[in-house]
């Protein structure tokens, strides 16, 4: 532990832990062994002080401001890539590509700061160099992309990727950050967090370091549908880190990235006993409305997926403290870390040893990094086309058309009906079949199955008939399963072809024999990523009829902000906060105060003063709206900026006599609290949120 302290935190790319990695992979950390595999890169992760890192995209502005940021910090860039050019950057070495820069610089990790655009294609260069660690920031990263690079990081044993759609990776211990998390939040500590969320995750760890705990990792997991290191990656790095005395976990709706971590937490304590770490965790989401995605692309959840409520009950079941709100963190975790037989006293001591002048969490930034955070933390985005039935026959028929003796039926599906798709399974990083016996509401969530495939490689002959199997089709007639199998094989190929994220619907067995799909039922979900980023299928999203959506959330879109309107009549507290996560939770977190939220609302990293006020205007349109919660956690986005921004909304925006509420933590928070305070308007300024959230329901309330 001393020589952690001091800085000494290996990356194991270099120095693999025997007692954490498999006798094969001990024995060839590569992608030449029979028995090595993507898993044995986990422990990558373990970045420090002697982490030798690179950028990608080196001399872009983003990546030159945030490298000038990370370097003061501590952390070790020995150098970068921008293809064609060559030299210095920054005074470190400028190279053309980065099959020279491994040979030349030897890094363990590089982060890529390229536009989301160009972000497969990076990723993919830097698995061919081998690099142990990479780390993906760009927001709207096409899934294909994602998907086409994770069937190829699974064929190897060298690289790790972190992201994409995530703030990245940091160890305050080792100061070494590879990513664009808000500094000055930071602590040096003994508590390992990861994070699905990047302003939640940033909201726990100013709990963290206002408690004196400090951080020992934190893991950036993203929001994306696809993630290249997810919770239990995480946690297998935390359980065998000696710097690690307690962990947090922050989840969210979509996905089964939370339960996936319960079952590995049930095995932990049942193998460990008395001496696991205490964990702790939240989970975003409890009241978001159904089938919306909620600022992050991969916040939603598919068929078959469990609701956050139920996550949260099945995280609480395993062992872990579940928290409703991050700024409790803090204390909780001091009161798990004494009831575990840990000296609470000398964990904070120590951590109060090792913070340096850096890591107070009231630093004003300079102008250059607020511009780079802001700038790094890209604008959310609608995500996800949805087609209406009307609209769907067109480009499902080329593909149906292959399959000789199937019908399309105008007419609902009947009871005894099958559910039949292609979709993601995140556990698994891959396109998969997914299949029902029925199509019963009360039962599908627990009845469908994934059975994931190569998405270079389309779905095996043995994947399709297990799918088919598990309909339950054994008796139907040779026709039928045959076309049950040509249906599987034609949307896996329109799945790809034109960049789905589902394709699903019910089908049946008419009189003949011949299988039925029935359009009613029919879900054809495509990733407008792959539009927004390159410009492609633009035949698919030509199809996207605004006018028929809900004018404020269409509006939202031109200023880069997230908003859904929830339809709850009782409903009448607007929200306007930063970050997908952290509004999800605000939502979330007013319903145990007894309110109920209008919307949801996330102003992104462009949060301005612009925005601030578009926002209001947003919000004010709905007549359920009694009162105004402005809930933001200054990481990327600056508290004196917000609170400017409430004042503009002021002066410009009729707010017909409707109080505001302003909670801002975080980065520049008390000059924002002072400027609300002083403003001599219908305003008022909190530092906690459950006071603020009180307040807010006694003026809706009123």
Same mark, same amino acid.
């Given at each position: 532990?001393?020589?952690?302290?001091?800085?000494?935190?290996?990356?194991?790319?270099?120095?693999?832990?025997?007692?954490?990695?498999?006798?094969?992979?001990?024995?060839?950390?590569?992608?030449?062994?029979?028995?090595?595999? $993507? #898993?044995?890169?986990?422990?990558? =992760?373990? +970045?420090?002080?002697?982490?030798?890192?690179?950028?990608?995209?080196?001399?872009?502005?983003?990546?030159?401001?945030?490298?000038?940021?990370?370097?003061?910090? *501590?952390?070790?860039?020995?150098?970068?890539?921008?293809?064609?050019?060559?030299?210095?950057?920054?005074?470190?070495?400028?190279?053309?590509?980065?099959?020279?820069?491994?040979?030349?610089?030897?890094?363990?990790?590089?982060?890529?700061?390229?536009?989301?655009?160009?972000? @497969?294609?990076?990723?993919?260069?830097?698995?061919?160099?081998?690099?142990?660690?990479?780390?993906?920031?760009?927001?709207?990263?096409?899934?294909? #992309?994602?998907?086409?690079?994770?069937?190829?990081?699974?064929?190897?044993?060298?690289?790790?990727?972190?992201?994409?759609?995530?703030?990245?990776?940091?160890?305050?211990?080792?100061?070494?950050?590879?990513?664009?998390?808000?500094?000055?939040?930071?602590?040096?500590?003994?508590?390992?967090?990861?994070?699905?969320?990047?302003? %939640?995750? $940033?909201?726990?760890?100013?709990?963290?370091?206002?408690?004196?705990?400090?951080?020992?990792?934190? +893991?950036?997991?993203?929001?994306?549908? +696809?993630?290249?290191?997810?919770?239990?990656? !995480?946690?297998?790095?935390?359980?065998?880190?000696?710097?690690?005395?307690?962990?947090?976990?922050?989840?969210?709706?979509?996905?089964?990235?939370?339960?996936?971590?319960?079952?590995?937490?049930?095995?932990?304590?049942?193998?460990?006993?008395?001496?696991?770490?205490?964990?702790?965790?939240?989970?975003?989401?409890?009241?978001?409305?159904?089938?919306?995605?909620?600022?992050?692309?991969?916040?939603?959840?598919?068929?078959?997926?469990?609701?956050?409520?139920?996550?949260?009950?099945?995280?609480?079941?395993?062992?872990?403290?579940?928290? #409703?709100?991050? /700024?409790?963190?803090?204390?909780?975790?001091?009161? =798990?870390?004494?009831?575990?037989?840990?000296?609470?006293?000398?964990?904070?001591?120590?951590?109060?040893?090792?913070?340096?002048?850096?890591?107070?969490?009231?630093?004003?930034?300079?102008?250059?990094?607020?511009?780079?955070?802001?700038?790094?933390?890209?604008?959310?985005?609608?995500?996800?086309?949805?087609?209406?039935?009307?609209?769907?026959?067109?480009? %499902?028929?080329?593909?149906?058309?292959?399959?000789? *003796?199937?019908?399309?039926?105008?007419?609902?599906?009947?009871?005894?009906?099958?559910?039949?798709?292609?979709?993601?399974?995140?556990?698994?990083?891959?396109?998969?079949?997914?299949?029902?016996?029925?199509?019963?509401?009360?039962?599908?969530?627990?009845?469908?199955?994934?059975?994931?495939?190569?998405?270079?490689?389309?779905?095996?002959?043995?994947?399709?008939?297990?799918?088919?199997?598990?309909?339950?089709?054994?008796?139907?007639?040779?026709?039928?399963?045959?076309?049950?199998?040509?249906?599987? /094989?034609? =949307?896996?190929?329109?799945?790809?072809?034109?960049? !789905?994220?589902?394709?699903?619907?019910?089908?049946?067995?008419?009189?003949?024999?011949?299988?039925?799909?029935?359009?009613?039922?029919?879900?054809?979900?495509?990733?407008?990523?792959?539009?927004?980023?390159?410009?492609?299928?633009?035949?698919?999203?030509?199809?996207?009829?605004?006018?028929?959506?809900?004018?404020? /959330?269409?509006?939202?879109?031109?200023?880069?902000?997230?908003?859904?309107?929830?339809?709850?009549?009782?409903?009448?507290?607007?929200? %306007?906060?930063?970050?997908?996560?952290?509004?999800?939770?605000?939502?979330?977190?007013?319903? =145990?105060?007894?309110?109920?939220?209008?919307?949801?609302?996330?102003? *992104?990293?462009?949060?301005?003063?612009?925005?601030?006020?578009?926002?209001?205007?947003?919000?004010?349109?709905? /007549?359920?709206?009694?009162?105004?919660?402005?809930?933001?956690? @200054?990481?990327?986005? #600056?508290?004196?900026?917000?609170?400017?921004?409430?004042?503009?909304?002021?002066?410009?925006?009729?707010?017909?006599?409707?109080?505001?509420?302003?909670?801002?933590?975080?980065?520049?928070?008390?000059?924002?609290?002072?400027?609300?305070?002083?403003?001599?308007?219908?305003?008022?300024?909190?530092?906690?949120?459950?006071?603020?959230?009180?307040?807010?329901?006694?003026?809706?309330?009123?």
């Amino acid at each position: 532990m001393a020589a952690l302290r001091s800085g000494h935190f290996h990356t194991l790319s270099h120095t693999p832990n025997p007692s954490s990695l498999s006798r094969c992979s001990q024995r060839a950390f590569s992608a030449s062994s029979a028995c090595a595999s $993507y #898993d044995d890169t986990v422990q990558n =992760l373990r +970045i420090g002080k002697h982490t030798r890192v690179i950028y990608q995209g080196f001399t872009g502005r983003v990546a030159s401001t945030n490298a000038k940021d990370s370097l003061a910090y *501590g952390t070790n860039i020995v150098g970068g890539v921008t293809p064609g050019k060559s030299g210095e950057h920054l005074g470190l070495p400028l190279l053309p590509d980065l099959r020279k820069a491994k040979e030349q610089l030897k890094p363990d990790a590089t982060a890529v700061f390229v536009p989301a655009s160009q972000c @497969g294609k990076a990723i993919e260069d830097a698995i061919e160099a081998e690099i142990g660690l990479i780390v993906s920031v760009a927001e709207h990263i096409p899934l294909h #992309d994602i998907m086409r690079v994770m069937s190829i990081l699974k064929t190897q044993s060298k690289s790790r990727l972190v992201g994409a759609n995530a703030p990245g990776i940091i160890a305050p211990i080792g100061s070494c950050r590879i990513g664009f998390q808000p500094l000055p939040t930071f602590a040096p500590g003994h508590i390992g967090i990861a994070a699905k969320s990047g302003t %939640l995750s $940033y909201e726990t760890v100013a709990s963290i370091t206002r408690s004196g705990l400090g951080q020992s990792l934190c +893991i950036g997991m993203g929001g994306d549908i +696809i993630a290249g290191t997810n919770l239990v990656d !995480a946690l297998k790095v935390f359980e065998t880190d000696p710097e690690t005395e307690g962990i947090i976990l922050v989840g969210e709706i979509g996905g089964r990235a939370e339960e996936d971590a319960a079952d590995w937490i049930k095995e932990y304590k049942k193998r460990v006993g008395g001496k696991a770490k205490p964990i702790a965790a939240l989970v975003g989401g409890l009241h978001a409305p159904q089938g919306r995605i909620m600022g992050h692309a991969g916040a939603w959840a598919a068929r078959g997926e469990r609701t956050a409520a139920e996550k949260y009950k099945i995280l609480q079941d395993a062992g872990a403290t579940m928290v #409703d709100h991050p /700024e409790n963190f803090g204390g909780v975790m001091k009161t =798990l870390l004494s009831q575990s037989g840990r000296d609470v006293s000398k964990i904070t001591q120590d951590a109060a040893n090792q913070k340096r002048g850096y890591h107070t969490l009231r630093r004003r930034p300079s102008p250059a990094q607020q511009s780079s955070r802001l700038a790094a933390q890209q604008q959310q985005q609608r995500r996800g086309l949805l087609l209406r039935p009307d609209q769907e026959s067109g480009p %499902l028929e080329p593909y149906l058309s292959r399959v000789e *003796g199937l019908s399309l039926s105008q007419e609902s599906a009947p009871s005894d009906s099958f559910y039949i798709g292609i979709t993601v399974d995140r556990t698994a990083r891959a396109p998969c079949i997914a299949t029902s016996p029925t199509t019963d509401p009360a039962q599908l969530g627990q009845r469908v199955k994934r059975f994931p495939y190569d998405w270079r490689q389309g779905p095996s002959e043995s994947a399709i008939k297990e799918a088919i199997e598990h309909m339950q089709l054994d008796a139907a007639p040779p026709a039928a399963l045959a076309q049950a199998k040509g249906l599987i /094989e034609a =949307l896996s190929t329109m799945y790809k072809e034109k960049e !789905a994220v589902t394709l699903s619907g019910s089908i049946s067995i008419d009189n003949n024999g011949n299988l039925v799909l029935h359009q009613p039922s029919l879900v054809l979900q495509f990733d407008d990523a792959a539009y927004r980023s390159n410009k492609r299928q633009e035949d698919i999203h030509s199809l996207r009829q605004k006018d028929t959506e809900v004018p404020e /959330e269409v509006e939202a879109e031109k200023d880069g902000i997230v908003f859904v309107k929830l339809s709850d009549p009782a409903a009448n507290i607007g929200t %306007l906060v930063n970050g997908a996560g952290l509004a999800m939770n605000t939502v979330d977190a007013l319903r =145990l105060h007894g309110g109920k939220a209008t919307n949801f609302l996330d102003t *992104g990293g462009k949060a301005t003063s612009e925005t601030v006020k578009k926002s209001f205007e947003l919000i004010l349109k709905d /007549e359920r709206v009694k009162v105004i919660f402005v809930n933001i956690f @200054g990481g990327l986005t #600056d508290g004196g900026m917000i609170a400017d921004g409430v004042l503009l909304a002021f002066k410009e925006v009729d707010m017909k006599g409707t109080p505001v509420v302003v909670r801002i933590r975080g980065t520049n928070e008390e000059k924002g609290q002072k400027i609300i305070a002083e403003s001599g308007l219908d305003l008022e300024a909190f530092d906690g949120f459950a006071e603020a959230a009180k307040r807010v329901v006694e003026l809706a309330n009123q």
